[in-house]
């Protein structure tokens, strides 16, 4: 069993007994045994103001993790028990509920392990103060460091990664001295947060942002883009941490408007979060897509990855149609086994072949997840995809917008960061922006107002005035909204009914027929060029249908209606 793992145990023990009071706190403590949380030492005596040495190093190293998650600014680690270690202790003792002494007993010593090991919140919140350049109390030296390193210096950045890293989101190290996998997986995290080169080495850069971040009473967390008003994430199986699963409502309550769920991988992999997780962020007001990452690692398996992909997203209940649903995503990047080369088989033409299909499939057309850099490296500066909405990822907090690839004028989302937080993931998430309004949104989700009304027409009846009473006038189309023929119709002579868009675009039409006896809404829906037929009146058996086919741009649709 790892160092983590028994901390992340005895956590959950002390956490446990804490409500409690008197020598059962005490009892459980010592059964429990000290933790050198910090690495300094186990011993853990009672110390007060004026007290001194390891113990008191370790005490105020804790008191930095123990309280960053609340917002208050670490202390001085120097091992000297002043009046600022005293108001912290204090103030942590109110936080755990404990009796206000300002000195450090066994129950104070049993909480505080706890709290430094895993990460509590106070009720109350600190405030920023002054950056304190010892908060750790290992070492001033800054070497360059790396895997296999071990001694002091590690644990000093062990530590310092704990006061940096939002312990939420990036559960903590064990401060143990070992440079190994963990460490250097948060290593990268940290470069990635602060927009260094992501080596997973602690160099000259690295440990300037890692100073920075630990003395501060807020953690690492990568600047939003200006002038964009719409947020978004983009979710797999990485953001379920132990399986935890994701609270879309918070999700959405924290102010993000979409996400882009993983659906599959090349031409055998469902993400085992989909079936969950589309639904849900839909059901919680999010607009939401599923996407596929192209693998590319043996010829000519777009079609088939495509079919992988209808058959696991329809299996959610998307189809592009509903309310809520975003277009489906192609995600057409580099290699994903950590080498950056281009997918080995990866071609214009096999990604045209999953494009089509799924366009076929869904009657709406994808949206490409790329970067100009792969699309210039691996497909030639390719223009054949400038036809596709695209969310472009680019890191660069330098820049005011990702670059679009050749041919294409603008883009629809950009990917800015792998390492945003959001209220209900366990786990850091790549944020996005959208590059429009909420309007814009709506209509791309199928929600919102067409830009254009519906009018009726007749083949049977030349009238204009005929063709009015017959429909009940025009009526403006919103994506989503129920579209009455009125009680007109069913005593009408109409026979043919011709709905078209006039004064505008709208690629989505979702109406209702009302029959008169019954009063019961009978849906039909034209997404661009498909369409579904619609039921049969319980009541009075009257039918509403639709002829099958795909009508070309900007053809009219002929409804009968069948008495």
């Known amino acids: 069993m790892g160092r983590r793992t028994l901390l992340r145990g005895l956590t959950l023990a002390v956490a446990a007994i804490l409500p409690l009071c008197g020598t059962a706190v005490v009892r459980a403590a010592e059964s429990a045994g000290a933790v050198a949380v910090c690495g300094h030492t186990s011993a853990q005596p009672t110390l007060q103001q ?19 998650p609340s917002r208050y600014t670490p202390i001085a680690a120097d091992g000297t028990f002043g009046p600022a270690t005293e108001t912290r202790v204090k103030e942590f003792q109110r936080c755990a509920g404990l009796g206000v002494d300002g000195v450090l007993g066994p129950q104070t010593w049993a909480a505080l392990n706890a709290w ?10 600190g405030t920023s103060g002054t950056a304190q350049s010892t908060v750790c109390g290992h070492t001033d030296t800054r070497p360059t460091l790396k895997k296999g390193a071990k001694g002091v210096e590690v644990k000093e950045v062990q530590c310092r990664l704990n006061l940096a890293m939002e312990p939420f989101h990036y559960p903590p190290l064990a401060i143990d001295g070992d440079f190994g996998g963990g460490t250097e997986s948060r290593v990268v995290e940290l470069q990635h947060c602060a927009n260094l080169g992501a080596d997973g080495v602690v160099g000259p850069n690295t440990w300037a942002k890692l100073v920075d971040w630990s003395s501060r009473n807020t953690y690492c967390t990568p600047p939003r883009p200006a002038g964009y008003a719409i947020d978004g994430l983009d979710t797999a199986k990485y953001q379920h941490p132990g399986g935890a699963p994701i609270d879309w409502k918070a999700v959405r309550a924290s102010g993000v408007e979409f996400a882009t769920v993983k659906a599959t991988r090349g031409t055998n992999v469902t993400d085992e979060y989909l079936a969950t997780d589309l639904p849900a962020a839909r059901a919680a ?37 509903r309310a809520g649903d ?54 030639a500066s390719t223009t054949a995809f400038a036809r596709y909405p695209l969310q472009l990822a680019d890191y660069r907090q330098s820049i005011t917008q990702p670059p679009v690839p050749n041919g294409s004028s603008t883009w629809s989302m950009w990917q800015y960061t792998d390492a945003a937080l959001f209220p209900g993931i366990q786990a850091p998430a790549t944020g996005d922006v959208f590059n429009g309004t909420q309007a814009d949104l ?3 989700a199928n929600r919102g107002t067409a830009t254009g009304t519906a009018t009726a027409s007749t083949t049977s009846i030349s009238s204009a005035t005929a063709a009015t009473s017959c429909y009940g006038g025009a009526v403006t189309v919103r994506y989503g909204d129920a579209l009455e023929f009125g009680p007109y119709w069913s005593s009408a002579r109409c026979t043919d009914i011709n709905l078209r868009v006039v004064g505008g675009t709208a690629d989505y039409v979702n109406a209702c027929v009302k029959f008169a006896k019954s009063g019961t809404c009978n849906r039909w829906t034209r997404v661009g060029r498909s369409w579904t037929t619609i039921a049969t009146d319980v009541l009075d058996g009257s039918k509403f ?18 008495f």
């Open 50 to 68: 004026g007290s001194t040495g390891d113990a008191a190093v370790e005490a105020q190293c804790q008191l930095d993790l123990a309280t960053k």
């Open 545 to 562: 249908t639709v002829p099958v086919g795909a009508p070309l741009e900007g053809d009219d649709a002929v409804m009968q209606l069948a």
């Open 116 to 125: 430094a090991a895993q990460p509590h919140t106070c009720a109350t919140q």
């Open 442 to 444: 709506d209509r791309l």
């Open 326 to 379: 975003l277009p489906p995503i192609f995600d057409l990047e580099r290699m994903d086994d950590g080498s950056g080369r281009c997918p080995t088989y990866g071609t214009v033409a096999d990604a045209k072949a999953w494009l089509d299909r799924v366009e076929a499939a869904f009657g709406r057309t994808p949206m490409i997840y790329t970067q100009k850099s792969f699309l210039d490296d691996c497909m």
């Open 285 to 321: 007001g999010l607009a939401v897509a599923p996407y596929h990452f192209y693998t590319g690692s043996a010829p000519d398996t777009g079609a088939a990855q495509a079919d992988r992909f209808i058959a696991a997203v329809r299996a959610t209940g998307y189809t592009g149609k």
